[in-house]
């Protein structure tokens, strides 16, 4: 009689109803925000008794909403570019930095995402405030760089240890100078490390709710800020219809991300899946 | 010589976040001291009335039932992605990404959706099983807390759990079995323990995470979770009372460096005995 192993053998799928269940909980409440947005009723209800695109059409009709995501769009783009030239030249400068107190640089670099987001929102809310800069493009554009181009930092620097440094060195010794080196050599083979840190700048700023409550005023109102301020005041289901365009939007990146994983994967000569 | 080349590069990076973090989260602090001569008045008043301790006590409570529950459900979620095939990882890692890539916001609404008095839970319990008579209260309430908060601690709690139990070398499982260990005893007598530095390191970090986190006790709890983090928002926008404000965020910053310095002490630990 083999029945000790028998009772494994037949619980054995134990661990995967648990798994199924905790992943169930994780990705499901958010399709129940989908039939909310193309409810027709603006009591919420389920399920939905007539269906509509009315929540879509009030997000596309009123400014508020358009200008938020437009502003969210705009501070995106400018975070997404100032995150990977500082975290491109944190990146380099640490890879090559050899003097004292290199690792408590590094430790400098993930600070700002290590502290409470809170606690640097207020830090900043005062400083701009004293500086008469608060809810000022600027402002948010400064704050949203903060929490962004550390991952950029990480994000090159672990592209940058992908490569050789031979590489750029052969080409010192061809007689190119430094510069030309590394623009040359070095920048294109870390081109998907680079795509990847604008993406997750672009997107940790369009997903960023807390320094934008502190730091937006109404003329620089982000759509997460516009999210928060409607979710606390508003609950109509036009917020069901943003929150399904930005899941799909979400969706689309994470693929979109997947990708772009795959392909430096594959740069650096390793199967997907498989790099350090 | 590449080193002061190095130092160039190093500038802009630590520039910025001199002048937008370290000045300003030195900015808060120094408010919290200085009345205008040093003073621990607001410290002391956090820690003399009832009403402040209570605040501690809860987001405590929180963050500790919150950091239990996500441990309970991330660990076999992240034993299961190491032993799954590689097809059925990437459909999990799917699940888990996704909530992951969703706005914190459109989650707490989805889970309002979810949990609120018509919503979906309690339109199934009521309307549709006639399990219970009257709509439970799940939400703007501490069970609405923990549920949101677990949500959103989940996926990095799985995803870091994840990344240690890679490390662990599988063959010593099998080891166990071979020499006559059932599954179950294997897995508790050789790998848990191979693991429990890096679930220290992993908890400590949701616990920062959770005792810092704004946004979902804010949306989802009731007057009753009441938060540091939100008492802090609270004393800036509302009271304006910077100086107790900023005795509450450097309490909250004391909080996190404490908890994170064990997790670097765990993290240390695991990597010591993964070198062994």
């Not at chain 1, 909980?25 to 989908?34: E, G, R």
């Not at chain 1, 502003?71 to 380099?92: D, N």
């Not at chain 1, 940058?160 to 007689?175: F, M, Q, S, T, Y």
């Not at chain 1, 807390?210 to 516009?226: C, E, G, H, N, Y």
Request: aromatic share 12%.
């Amino acid at each position: 009689m083999t029945g000790r192993f028998d009772l494994f053998a037949a619980t054995r799928w134990v661990p995967w109803l648990f798994t199924g269940l905790v992943l169930f909980f994780l990705a499901a409440p958010l399709f129940v925000v989908v039939p909310a947005a193309f409810n027709n009723s603006s009591l919420l209800q389920f399920p939905p008794r007539a269906w509509s695109l009315r929540w879509f059409h009030q997000y596309f009709d009123n400014p508020s909403w358009i200008e938020a995501t437009l502003m969210s769009v705009k501070v995106g783009i400018c975070v997404s570019l100032l995150a990977t030239l500082l975290g491109l030249a944190s990146a380099v400068g640490l890879a090559r930095y050899r003097l004292f107190g290199r690792n408590l640089l590094r430790a400098l670099v993930m600070a700002p995402l290590l502290v409470p987001v809170i606690v640097i929102a207020v830090g900043l809310y005062e400083l701009f405030l004293r500086l008469g800069i608060n809810g000022s493009f600027a402002a948010i554009v400064i704050g949203h760089t903060l929490v962004t181009f550390p991952y950029a930092t990480v994000v090159i620097g672990a592209a940058l240890a992908e490569i050789d440094p031979r590489l750029e060195n052969a080409a010192v010794g061809l007689g190119a100078r430094r510069p030309r080196a590394f623009l040359e050599v070095t920048l294109p083979l870390i081109r998907p490390g680079l795509v990847v840190a604008a993406l997750f700048g672009f997107l940790i700023s369009f997903d960023e709710v807390v320094l934008a409550i502190f730091l937006t005023s109404p003329a620089t109102m982000t759509l997460p800020r516009r999210l928060w301020d409607g979710i606390r005041f508003e609950l109509n289901p036009t917020i069901a219809a943003v929150s399904t365009m930005l899941i799909v939007l979400s969706t689309v990146v994470m693929l979109l991300s997947e990708v772009l994983r795959r392909v430096l994967a594959r740069r650096s000569g390793l199967p997907a899946g498989q790099g350090r | 010589m590449a080193g002061y080349g190095a130092g160039l590069l190093l500038l802009p990076g630590f520039a910025f976040i001199l002048l937008f973090f370290l000045v300003p989260v030195g900015l808060i602090l120094a408010q919290s001291l200085f009345d205008p001569a040093f003073s621990l008045r607001f410290y002391e008043r956090i820690f003399t009335g009832p009403d402040y301790l209570t605040v501690l006590w809860i987001s405590l409570k929180i963050a500790i039932l919150t950091t239990a529950i996500s441990l309970a459900a991330s660990y076999p979620v992240a034993y299961m992605l190491v032993v799954a095939r590689p097809a059925i990882r990437s459909l999990m890692l799917a699940f888990i990404l996704l909530p992951f890539w969703t706005n914190v916001l459109i989650r707490c609404y989805a889970w309002m959706l979810v949990l609120q008095t018509k919503g979906l839970v309690n339109t199934l319990l009521v309307g549709w099983l006639h399990a219970l008579a009257a709509p439970a209260p799940l939400v703007f309430n501490l069970t609405g807390v923990i549920i949101g908060m677990v949500h959103y601690v989940v996926p990095i709690n799985i995803l870091v759990l994840f990344s240690v139990m890679k490390a662990v070398d599988l063959r010593l499982v099998q080891a166990a079995k071979g020499l006559g260990a059932n599954p179950l005893r294997a897995f508790l007598a050789v790998f848990v323990p191979l693991t429990l530095p890096g679930v220290r390191a992993a908890s400590m970090l949701v616990l920062v995470i959770s005792l810092g986190f704004f946004v979902t006790p804010a949306l989802l709890g009731g007057r009753e979770e009441t938060t540091i983090a939100i008492l802090v928002n609270t004393y800036f926008t509302e009271v304006l009372d910077w100086g107790f404000g900023s005795a509450l965020a450097g309490l909250l910053l004391v909080f996190t460096l404490a908890g994170l310095s064990l997790y670097f002490a765990a993290q240390r630990e695991g990597a010591e005995l993964a070198a062994r």
